[in-house]
């Protein structure tokens, strides 16, 4: 990144760490990157698109911060790993992140779901981060999610492919209240935080602007993932020590700029459907 005076560091207060107890996310944090490091960011990002097939857009972008330095430095910038300690605790690792990008006038959807549902982990304690590498307003097509949602726990979710969804499995209308959703509107170079429960999808972007946003996923080092439907899960612990050393450990990628040649499978690729329901017999 430019060299610029670096911003203060900043840790949540009790009352914004009780607010994302209660309502599942948090938003109105202070920038992580400034106007020109945000360029730069966006310089990253389409240096990465270069490694991408045809066919191939940029949700293929997934977990290469193992294949990636320039991701992973993301994904370890130190006030954003201040904020996870203050919501997970001092014990947590880096697992997962990849980018959603919707181009202008894209019809596509990102339909109502629980990231948990995806995920073979347990117990529950994972925290996302939603980094805006654009803009993401109402008008571009920012994520909505249902506050409270994650006190209610997972809501079974049906496979569908009659959809304008990017995902196959969806909450089914009904399950939850859709007139309570609040947009999580960011300005390039903030963070928003969500629960693993929480209820959230995001509209078509029906305006002229992209809207680019950047994933990363950290878990408590208590969690642990099903090997048996994704074999390939890796970790980086980012705060405090693993006592528990439930799973496999990721090798700090050298190169700047990589691709991450291996097959992903959440729940719903390896087709697992009823992990959950099985778990919990």
């Given at each position: 990144m430019a060299a610029e005076t670096a911003p203060a560091r900043h840790r949540l207060t009790e009352a914004q760490v009780q607010f994302f107890k209660e309502n599942g996310y948090l938003i109105g944090l202070p920038p992580i990157y400034t106007p020109a490091e945000v360029a730069e960011l966006n310089e990253g990002y389409q240096e990465l698109l270069k490694y991408l097939r045809p066919g191939e857009d940029e949700k293929e972008i997934r977990e290469w911060h193992e294949s990636s330095r320039f991701l992973y430095d993301i994904c370890v910038q130190p006030q954003i790993l201040d904020y996870v300690e203050d919501l997970l605790g001092s014990n947590y690792y880096l697992w997962a992140s990849n980018f959603f990008a919707k181009a202008p006038h894209?019809?596509?959807?990102?339909?109502?779901?629980?990231?948990?549902?995806?995920?073979?982990?347990?117990?529950?304690?994972?925290?996302?981060?939603?980094?805006?590498?654009?803009?993401?307003?109402?008008?571009?097509?920012?994520?909505?999610?249902?506050?409270?949602?994650?006190?209610?726990?997972?809501?079974?979710?049906?496979?569908?492919?009659?959809?304008?969804?990017?995902?196959?499995?969806?909450?089914e209308r009904g399950s939850f209240r859709e007139d309570t959703a609040v947009p999580l509107t960011l300005k390039a170079g903030e963070l928003s935080f969500h629960d693993d429960r929480m209820i959230h999808g995001s509209p078509a972007n029906h305006s002229d602007r992209w809207r680019i946003g950047f994933t990363i996923r950290y878990s408590g080092t208590n969690v642990k993932c099903d090997l048996s439907v994704n074999p390939h899960f890796k970790t980086y612990l980012m705060r405090g020590v693993d006592v528990y050393k439930h799973n496999p450990v990721g090798t700090i990628p050298t190169d700047r700029f990589g691709r991450l040649e291996r097959k992903h499978l959440s729940i719903e690729e390896a087709q697992k459907d009823e992990w959950h329901e099985e778990k919990s017999k």
């Open positions: 894209n019809p596509s959807v990102v339909g109502w779901h629980q990231d948990a549902y995806y995920w073979p982990l347990s117990p529950h304690n994972s925290v996302t981060a939603w980094l805006a590498f654009t803009d993401s307003d109402e008008g571009n097509g920012a994520m909505r999610v249902i506050p409270r949602s994650q006190s209610g726990g997972l809501i079974k979710h049906k496979r569908s492919s009659q959809t304008d969804s990017v995902l196959t499995l969806e909450l």
